[in-house]
């Protein structure tokens, strides 16, 4: 990792150079007054700016998920080789406000995409006079992993499954739960055979169940198959899931720490948030915190597709710049960065980023929030210039379109108008004052939904406008230039007034 250190401060620097001897001061500075060509400095002085810190260039050793490509197996016996299940028994005999005090010095973040400091929300479960509830708590890990370009969880599932079941124990202990649900997607066949298996081996081995790792605590693990449905990916959605009921959101609050699972306090985290947490223990949170910019802070699994040259999922420091991350891990963009078109940061509910921005764009939570997108899951999304931008975007509409679960009006209705409208500006036949019309229309779905399918399917569509209007506008013109004449409003043909279609005045 490049320019961990920082210099010493300009404080200590000054105090340093004023408790010189008068004489040694003044040799010193005649000597660095002339300094020879070879000569680099090294040190920062009182008059030397604070030097630029870079991120990205993740060592080995400071990898969390050091067997992401499969090079060992996914059993037991591979797994306490690189370090998963070391002093897992020391870790739970600490306690759950030594646990939660880690995790909380680590500034980790929750991985799936919302980025709420997960030791405060683990910390939600016990609030003052917990002892005295006698229900049952839960932990429910969201491996519902559907977000499209988003490939991460299933990877640490299929090659690192120990490390996540070591993780449900930890965060378990943390927030004093019963048993861990581990919801999967349905398409994940693979990665649930495999994550089952992991889990009869930990039981056989002791380390979960009865008196887990020998510590006095018990705790049990679940695994429960989905059904493919994107909105259950939304927490309370798949709480409802695995209650058996459709999964629909529920409104909030009551929030699941208090009403969760089965009516029970409960609390619902990411695969990868969980499956760092024993090694943020046992590395300490000072550590993790020391990766990253303030408030960005930890490594971070990356999912990099499309028109790259040698796609992959890769652990990296936050904060590495975007430029870096897809040159080094992917070979870069095909064809050269110039060739570069825009970029989805961080799956495909954030808004688009263009080329002129992605080129200086760091990779975290308040970069991506500041260039008006969002670190969501961080799957990145490359499209060079072959691409029809119109069309990805109008793609997604209608993926959202079939996935929105009908509940609230304002997502049922509006991610149908969408899809409907962006089928007409792929072809070019609208009116330019229509593209005003559809960013009026994610407004008004924007924050007015249960769940924030509403802003996944809104975002998307506010990027393009926001940064390729030109490119709409252009497609309409042609459309008119090739058919006499632009398109009416609701997508009309021209001379449909003539022909005696009904048109509303308006068009």
Same mark, same amino acid.
């Given at each position: 990792?490049?320019?961990?250190?920082?210099?010493?401060?300009?404080?200590?620097?000054?105090?340093?150079?004023?408790?010189?001897?008068?004489?040694?001061?003044?040799?010193?500075?005649?000597?660095?007054?002339?300094?020879?060509?070879?000569?680099?400095?090294?040190?920062?002085?009182?008059?030397?700016?604070?030097?630029?810190?870079?991120?990205?260039?993740?060592?080995?050793?400071?990898?969390?998920?050091?067997?992401?490509?499969?090079?060992?197996?996914?059993?037991?016996?591979?797994?306490?080789?690189?370090?998963?299940?070391?002093?897992?028994?020391?870790?739970?005999?600490?306690?759950?406000?030594?646990?939660?005090?880690?995790?909380?010095?680590?500034?980790?973040?929750?991985? /799936?995409?919302?980025?709420?400091?997960?030791?405060?929300?683990?910390?939600?479960?016990?609030?003052?006079?917990?002892?005295?509830?006698?229900?049952?708590?839960?932990?429910?890990?969201?491996?519902?992993?559907?977000?499209?370009?988003?490939?991460?969880?299933?990877?640490?599932?299929?090659?690192?499954?120990?490390?996540?079941?070591?993780?449900?124990?930890?965060?378990?202990?943390?927030?004093?739960?019963?048993?861990?649900?581990?919801?999967?997607?349905?398409?994940?066949?693979?990665?649930?055979?495999?994550?089952?298996?992991?889990?009869?081996?930990?039981?056989?081995?002791?380390?979960?169940?009865?008196?887990?790792?020998?510590?006095?605590?018990?705790?049990?693990?679940?695994?429960?198959?989905?059904?493919?449905?994107?909105?259950?990916?939304?927490?309370?959605?798949?709480?409802?899931?695995?209650?058996?009921?459709?999964?629909?959101?529920?409104?909030?609050?009551?929030?699941?720490?208090?009403?969760?699972?089965?009516?029970?306090?409960?609390?619902?985290?990411?695969?990868?948030?969980?499956?760092?947490?024993?090694?943020?223990?046992?590395?300490?949170?000072?550590?993790?915190?020391?990766?990253?910019?303030?408030?960005?802070?930890?490594?971070?699994?990356?999912?990099?597709?499309?028109?790259?040259?040698?796609?992959?999922?890769?652990?990296?420091?936050?904060?590495?710049?975007?430029?870096?991350?897809?040159?080094?891990?992917?070979?870069?963009?095909?064809?050269?960065?110039?060739?570069?078109?825009?970029?989805?940061?961080?799956?495909?509910?954030?808004?688009?980023?263009?080329?002129?921005?992605?080129?200086?764009?760091?990779?975290?939570?308040?970069?991506?929030?500041?260039?008006?997108?969002?670190?969501?899951?961080?799957?990145?999304?490359?499209?060079?210039?072959?691409?029809?931008?119109?069309?990805?975007?109008?793609?997604?509409?209608?993926?959202?379109?079939?996935?929105?679960?009908?509940?609230?009006?304002?997502?049922?209705?509006?991610?149908?108008?969408?899809?409907?409208?962006?089928?007409?500006?792929?072809?070019?036949?609208?009116?330019?004052?229509?593209?005003?019309?559809?960013?009026?229309?994610?407004?008004?779905?924007? /924050?007015?939904?249960?769940?924030?399918?509403?802003?996944?399917?809104?975002?998307?569509?506010?990027?393009?406008?926001?940064?390729?209007?030109?490119?709409?506008?252009?497609?309409?013109?042609?459309?008119?230039?090739?058919?006499?004449?632009?398109?009416?409003?609701? /997508?009309?043909?021209?001379?449909?007034?003539?022909?005696?279609?009904?048109?509303?005045?308006?068009?």
């Amino acid at each position: 990792m490049l320019a961990r250190h920082a210099p010493a401060s300009s404080a200590l620097a000054a105090a340093a150079h004023r408790a010189l001897p008068a004489a040694t001061a003044a040799t010193r500075l005649s000597t660095a007054a002339a300094p020879s060509q070879q000569q680099k400095r090294t040190l920062a002085t009182v008059n030397d700016a604070a030097p630029k810190r870079t991120y990205g260039g993740l060592k080995d050793q400071d990898r969390i998920f050091q067997n992401l490509y499969g090079h060992h197996g996914a059993d037991l016996k591979s797994a306490m080789k690189y370090g998963d299940w070391h002093k897992t028994k020391e870790i739970l005999l600490k306690g759950d406000d030594w646990i939660i005090s880690e995790v909380k010095a680590s500034g980790l973040r929750g991985r /799936g995409g919302a980025g709420f400091p997960s030791g405060l929300k683990w910390s939600f479960m016990n609030a003052k006079g917990w002892e005295n509830d006698s229900k049952p708590r839960y932990l429910v890990v969201n491996a519902d992993e559907g977000e499209p370009g988003t490939c991460k969880d299933r990877e640490i599932m299929r090659k690192d499954p120990h490390k996540l079941i070591e993780g449900c124990l930890v965060a378990g202990r943390a927030m004093n739960a019963t048993a861990a649900y581990i919801y999967i997607r349905g398409e994940f066949y693979h990665e649930a055979t495999v994550l089952e298996r992991a889990i009869q081996e930990a039981y056989q081995a002791g380390l979960i169940g009865k008196n887990a790792c020998g510590s006095g605590y018990d705790f049990d693990v679940y695994v429960h198959r989905g059904m493919g449905a994107y909105v259950c990916g939304e927490e309370t959605s798949l709480i409802e899931s695995l209650e058996g009921k459709p999964g629909k959101p529920r409104l909030k609050p009551p929030f699941p720490a208090a009403v969760g699972l089965f009516g029970c306090p409960s609390t619902v985290a990411n695969v990868e948030t969980i499956a760092v947490a024993p090694t943020i223990c046992r590395r300490g949170g000072n550590w993790f915190a020391s990766f990253g910019r303030e408030r960005n802070a930890g490594t971070k699994l990356f999912a990099i597709s499309g028109h790259v040259n040698h796609p992959c999922t890769v652990e990296e420091e936050m904060s590495i710049p975007l430029r870096e991350l897809i040159d080094r891990h992917c070979g870069g963009v095909k064809g050269g960065w110039d060739n570069l078109l825009a970029v989805i940061p961080g799956g495909s509910s954030t808004p688009v980023l263009p080329k002129h921005i992605c080129d200086d764009q760091l990779m975290d939570f308040d970069a991506l929030k500041d260039a008006q997108s969002g670190f969501g899951t961080a799957a990145v999304i490359v499209m060079d210039k072959s691409t029809d931008i119109v069309r990805a975007i109008t793609r997604l509409a209608k993926f959202y379109h079939h996935e929105s679960c009908g509940q609230c009006t304002p997502c049922r209705e509006g991610s149908k108008w969408t899809h409907q409208i962006m089928d007409r500006f792929y072809k070019g036949q609208a009116r330019e004052r229509e593209i005003d019309m559809l960013q009026e229309l994610t407004k008004q779905v924007e /924050g007015h939904t249960i769940c924030a399918l509403g802003e996944a399917f809104a975002w998307p569509l506010q990027g393009l406008i926001r940064h390729f209007r030109p490119e709409l506008e252009a497609r309409i013109k042609d459309y008119g230039l090739k058919n006499g004449g632009e398109a009416l409003a609701g /997508g009309w043909a021209h001379d449909a007034g003539k022909k005696g279609l009904l048109v509303s005045p308006g068009q």
